[in-house]
């Protein structure tokens, strides 16, 4: 009791001792920032400030009505040296155009743990925020635009995270940069209530295991969400609407979960590529051009609860076999033709992607036209009945008759994303 009672006067003491360092309009930052000792406070006062900081120490740079630092177009804006570092209430600007350097707006050296960014504004910078080798850092509630008049394939990322853990990336506004959100080599982070768009991907993941991808927007990129050489991924509650490629891309996944998303007007609702042990349930796949593209021996999989609705082709299947879906609940297909004769809520005969007149429409597009005709219905018919005519495919043995989400049509429109 003695010893825990010490320690609380000494932070006490530690808090007390801690100063405020004012900074006004047409003063200099970085002096302010030299003299600071660990635990102090550098307040900004509105204006422009130019110039690239260093922070080598443990404190809190702080905006008081949001003022400007400008990096002067070279170098990054502002470098942190120092682990338990904050940063919030600036607009930050102006980096250098360096993809060898890696110029930022903020750049978080390696050992600069507990770094904390939150409510700036991170606008014209080649990455918004570089973090290297820096654990527990929590970026937050940010605005990260990039440079737009760039081409893409020049621009850096909203955020870079790099052989990181433990990390927050929650409730930031990303746009215009290569990618919003890129992940390598990143363990146990959640990425929550982030707004991604008009970006290369929303956010692409590369060698990272153990993350949380929850209840984010990504729209109006190429590529929404991409999870690449993944393990024990949660990907839950979020929505890709309006890609010109893919909403969700699995590709080299093994035991994660993926649930109820809403994945809507992409050009492929998933990519499934090389991936196994994995769950996909509760999720809306509704008005993309393919629902699902799945290939590369991707097997051993629990799809399931799933709703497949109005996707001009439900699924496009490459393999050698067929492919079991559904189980308990059941998926719904909103092209099923099959029927409940025992009221059960689930169908009596197979529904079948993939079949023979899936493959005449993939090399006669014009030929969707007479999907609804007795005469393509028929040929499917014929297609089941004769093996010989038929090519391996996703088949569900008893579909689900009804789809669970009710408001599934509020995702009619989402399928014509503005150029970028």
């Not at 499934?272 to 393919?290: F, H, K, M, P, R």
């Not at 308990?328 to 004769?341: A, H, I, T, V």
């Not at 169908?347 to 429409?361: H, K, Q, S, T, W």
Request: proline share 4%; hydrophobic share 35%; aromatic share 8%.
């Amino acid at each position: 009791m003695k010893r825990l009672l010490a320690l609380l006067l000494l932070a006490l003491a530690g808090a007390a001792q801690a100063a405020t360092w004012p900074v006004r309009a047409g003063e200099a930052i970085q002096p302010a920032l030299d003299r600071a000792a660990a635990g102090d406070v550098v307040e900004v006062q509105p204006g422009r400030y130019e110039g690239n900081l260093v922070i080598s120490k443990p404190l809190t740079l702080r905006g008081i009505g949001k003022p400007t630092l400008s990096g002067g177009m070279q170098g990054d804006t502002i470098r942190i040296k120092s682990a338990d570092v904050t940063i919030e209430g600036l607009i930050v600007r102006d980096s250098g155009d360096s993809l060898l350097a890696q110029n930022a707006g903020i750049y978080v050296e390696p050992g600069a743990h507990r770094t904390v960014v939150r409510r700036n504004d991170l606008v014209y910078n080649l990455f918004g925020l570089w973090i290297e080798k820096a654990n527990d850092v929590r970026v937050e509630d940010n605005i990260i635009v990039g440079k737009r008049d760039y081409a893409s394939s020049q621009r850096g990322n909203g955020v870079q995270l790099y052989n990181t853990t433990g990390a927050r990336i929650e409730r930031n506004h990303i746009s215009f940069v290569r990618d919003a959100l890129y992940v390598d080599v990143s363990h146990d982070a959640i990425f929550r209530g982030n707004r991604l768009h008009h970006s290369r991907y929303g956010t692409h993941y590369m060698n990272s295991y153990r993350n949380l991808w929850e209840d984010n927007d990504s729209y109006l990129n190429r590529g929404g969400l991409a999870l690449m050489e993944v393990r024990d991924q949660v990907v839950r509650n979020n929505r890709a609407w309006g890609n010109t490629d893919h909403g969700i891309m699995l590709r080299t996944l093994q035991d994660s979960r993926v649930e109820n998303n809403v994945v809507a007007g992409n050009a492929r609702g998933f990519f499934i590529y090389d991936v196994e042990y994995a769950s996909l349930a509760g999720n809306l796949v509704v008005n993309n051009q393919v629902g699902v593209h799945l290939a590369a021996g991707s097997t051993r999989n629990k799809v399931d609860g799933n709703d497949f609705i109005g996707n001009r082709e439900q699924v496009r299947y490459v393999g050698s076999r067929d492919e079991t879906w559904g189980g308990e609940q059941g998926n719904y297909w909103s092209n099923y033709l099959g029927w409940d004769r025992d009221g059960n809520g689930r169908g009596d005969v197979p529904y079948e992607a993939n079949d023979l007149v899936d493959r005449m429409i993939w090399r006669h597009p014009a030929a969707r036209l007479l999907l609804a005709s007795p005469a393509v219905q028929a040929l499917r018919l014929v297609s089941q009945q004769f093996p010989l005519l038929r090519v391996p495919s996703v088949v569900e043995p008893k579909p689900r008759m009804k789809p669970t989400h009710k408001t599934w049509s509020d995702w009619n429109g989402k399928e014509r994303p503005l150029p970028h």
